[in-house]
């Protein structure tokens, strides 16, 4: 099994998968891919103050929320976050 970001050969037992509402969802990524990606978007919930992160590996938000990337140009575009349910406020995450 190959890591679908960097090309790694990984065993089958430390293999990560996508989470659910990724663009990577249910592929196939080593540890350090997985761990280590940008988050797209930060969520805070409104029931506590953990800041949630969605990534092109990881939703934190167990599909609560999901992000779809528009592309503007070829070089340029934004990300959109669904939520849904609405009473969570969405930072931006840089
Ligand atoms: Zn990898």
Not at 58 to 70: K, M, S
Not at 77 to 93: D, L, Q
Request: net charge negative.
């Amino acid at each position: 099994m190959k890591c679908y970001i960097c090309d790694k050969t990984i065993r089958k037992p430390q293999a990560y998968f996508g989470d659910e509402e990724t663009p990577l969802e249910g592929k196939p990524v080593c540890e350090d891919c997985y761990c280590e990606d940008e988050p797209f978007v930060t969520v805070l919930h409104g029931r506590d103050d953990i800041r949630y992160i969605i990534s092109e590996t990881r939703n934190e938000t167990d599909g609560d929320f999901r992000v779809r990337w528009h592309s503007t140009d070829p070089w340029r575009g934004y990300y959109e976050v669904k939520a849904k349910n609405t009473p969570w406020r969405i930072h931006p995450s840089f």
